[in-house]
């Protein structure tokens, strides 16, 4: 088990790297083994890493060669074996034993279809340093945890509600509905949190910004005029500086298999 939270403030406000610490602070006992931090101006975030797979070699935010992208992730993925001879078969050059570099170099060469490719529990964080844009995708069944609130215009995200809590200036206010959820089935349903700003990245809702080549359907194309305002392409709920669009992933195994979608947004300026 590790843990992984990020704040992009977005605007210019510089993330201090103390804040993405403490965020991290809040979630030692998922990864005691090792710590990382990564800030970009007002980009930042971190991992706590629970040491398994390439234990010497596995160090997070782990970055490409060429330094344009930067990676955390929680979890594990079962192909990499597969995923590693496919990648360096088509050139790529791995660095490390450890599968968090499957998922690097596959976004290198595959972009945002890289998460359709992984067959395993995750919950990742690609910073692209040269679009400024931040990816999250979570696997296809939801093992792995992802919690994200929407807030003074920037996004924060964790792999537990508690490391949210650094962030400054954020509201967490109790939601009755969830109250009434959690005392009738024991449980909140998601997407909702006991919290009426965070939200959990949902198993079951692809997402990915405009203009990435992304497939979608026709519902959601139209769904995505209905909404476009300014140039930015957004739900319902949320705020006009996220841009999303819903696309659908297919979860590959040895066999044929029934679709299913692997959640992931991305935020850019």
Same mark, same amino acid.
């Given at each position: 088990?590790?843990?992984?939270?990020?704040?992009?403030?977005?605007?210019?406000?510089?993330?201090?790297?103390?804040?993405?610490?403490?965020?991290?602070?809040?979630?030692?006992?998922?990864?005691?083994?090792?710590?990382?931090?990564?800030?970009?101006?007002?980009?930042?975030?971190?991992?706590?890493?629970?040491?398994?797979?390439?234990?010497?070699?596995?160090?997070?935010?782990?970055?490409?060669?060429?330094?344009?992208?930067?990676?955390?992730?929680?979890?594990?993925?079962?192909?990499?074996?597969?995923?590693?001879?496919?990648?360096?078969?088509?050139?790529?050059?791995?660095?490390?034993?450890?599968?968090?570099?499957?998922?690097?170099?596959?976004?290198?060469?595959?972009?945002?279809?890289?998460?359709?490719?992984?067959?395993?529990?995750?919950?990742?964080?690609?910073?692209?340093?040269?679009?400024?844009?931040?990816?999250?995708?979570?696997?296809?069944?939801?093992?792995?945890?992802?919690?994200?609130?929407?807030?003074?215009?920037?996004?924060?995200?964790?792999?537990?509600?508690?490391?949210?809590?650094?962030?400054?200036?954020?509201?967490?206010?109790?939601?009755?509905?969830?109250?009434?959820?959690?005392?009738?089935?024991?449980?909140?349903?998601?997407?909702?949190?006991?919290?009426?700003?965070?939200?959990?990245?949902?198993?079951?809702? =692809? $997402? /990915?910004?405009?203009?990435? #080549?992304? &497939? %979608?359907?026709?519902?959601?194309?139209? !769904? *995505?005029?209905? @909404? +476009?305002?300014?140039?930015?392409?957004?739900?319902?709920?949320?705020?006009?500086?996220?841009?999303?669009?819903? =696309? $659908? /992933?297919?979860?590959?195994? #040895?066999? &044929? %298999?029934?679709?299913?979608?692997?959640? !992931? *947004?991305?935020? @850019? +300026?």
């Amino acid at each position: 088990m590790c843990g992984i939270a990020g704040w992009y403030s977005r605007g210019g406000r510089a993330v201090d790297e103390r804040v993405v610490r403490a965020m991290c602070g809040t979630i030692v006992h998922r990864g005691p083994d090792d710590e990382g931090v990564f800030t970009d101006l007002d980009f930042g975030f971190g991992m706590r890493r629970l040491s398994i797979v390439d234990v010497a070699g596995g160090h997070q935010p782990m970055t490409s060669e060429d330094g344009r992208f930067v990676l955390t992730y929680n979890g594990e993925i079962y192909n990499h074996p597969a995923l590693r001879a496919e990648l360096e078969s088509l050139g790529h050059r791995y660095r490390t034993h450890c599968d968090t570099e499957s998922i690097l170099l596959g976004f290198q060469h595959w972009g945002p279809g890289v998460w359709s490719r992984l067959e395993g529990m995750f919950a990742a964080a690609l910073w692209d340093t040269r679009e400024r844009t931040l990816h999250l995708a979570r696997d296809p069944l939801g093992i792995k945890p992802l919690f994200i609130t929407l807030q003074n215009g920037g996004v924060a995200y964790a792999s537990e509600l508690k490391a949210l809590v650094p962030v400054p200036g954020l509201r967490f206010t109790p939601d009755a509905r969830a109250m009434d959820q959690y005392f009738a089935f024991g449980h909140v349903l998601a997407p909702h949190t006991i919290y009426s700003e965070v939200t959990k990245l949902g198993p079951r809702a =692809s $997402r /990915a910004p405009p203009g990435t #080549g992304a &497939s %979608s359907t026709r519902r959601d194309r139209r !769904r *995505r005029r209905r @909404r +476009r305002r300014n140039g930015w392409s957004v739900s319902a709920t949320r705020s006009p500086a996220v841009s999303s669009a819903i =696309s $659908r /992933a297919t979860c590959r195994s #040895g066999r &044929s %298999s029934p679709a299913a979608s692997t959640p !992931r *947004r991305s935020w @850019r +300026r």
